[in-house]
């Protein structure tokens, strides 16, 4: 009955890794306004590669995929040019630290490209369900319209989009843009003006959605528990 017991929480255990665990991709601007500096005198993308990489070590679980995003016109394939997927979705953390690390900067800021071809990534890679994490320090300036992409994933039931609105205390109307694109794509909003708000930000991200298996483990521990408890109470009645 022991190895019994023992062998029900493993499996418990496994179970409960498997189900809590979550699909992230994280698409993070790099037009060349992300070369510009902060008061700490580090660059934003410095700060926000930062930021993304303390998130992802900080999971347990889960998987990403990063996308980086400059350049309009850029050909609508998530897997080439300067709109694409840079690290495939996997869950080994030094992989995914130095593709971030390597995220080098661009013209332009074509979100609603990103947004579309993020879909179209979550949709033939990802299973056609994850969590989209949208990084952004600027407005549209390709002429798409990001809302209207946002709001096709959600109406396809593909991706929940957050949006991160970094460094953008004096710009409004990029503001309103990016709430926008949350609320279209069935996401949040957050703000973000240095690297301690945007690891803030990140982990808010994982906690309302849910994400990781930190938020689901101690209940399958209790059932385990609890399931123990009751066979080892048969075991004394027999």
């Known amino acids: 009955m022991k190895r019994y017991i023992a062998k029900t929480g493993l499996f418990l255990l496994l179970l409960a890794a498997t189900v809590s665990a979550g699909s992230f991709l994280v698409i993070m601007d790099a037009s060349t306004s992300m070369d510009d500096y902060l008061d700490s ?23 990403f995929a990063v996308m980086k995003f400059h350049t309009c016109d850029d050909g609508g394939n998530p897997q080439t040019g300067d709109i694409r997927v840079i690290r495939e979705l996997t869950s080994n953390k030094q992989e995914l630290r130095s593709s971030i690390n390597g995220i080098g900067t661009g013209d332009w800021t074509p979100i609603a490209e990103a947004i579309a071809e993020g879909r ?14 949208l990084l ?18 959600t109406d396809e039931g593909i991706a929940v989009i957050n949006v991160i609105s970094y460094s953008l ?10 709430q926008q694109i949350a609320a279209a794509g069935g996401g949040k909003y957050y703000t973000a003006e240095n690297k301690d708000e945007l690891k803030q930000a990140f982990q808010k991200i994982e906690q309302d959605q849910g994400g990781g298996s930190v938020c689901c483990l101690p ?20």
């Open 41 to 63: 005198g580090e660059t934003k993308l410095e700060a926000a590669k930062a930021a993304a990489i303390d998130f992802i070590d900080a999971s347990q679980g889960d998987q």
């Open 120 to 133: 179209e990534y979550v949709k033939s890679e990802m299973g056609g369900k994850g969590t989209i994490i």
């Open 219 to 238: 209940a399958f521990g209790l059932l385990f528990i609890a399931g123990a408890a009751f066979v080892r109470h048969r075991e004394m009645r027999a």
């Open 136 to 153: 952004t320090d600027g407005e549209e300036n390709c002429g798409g319209d990001p809302v209207l992409e946002a709001q096709k994933t």
């Open 169 to 178: 205390a004096d710009d409004p109307a990029a503001k309103a843009q990016h």
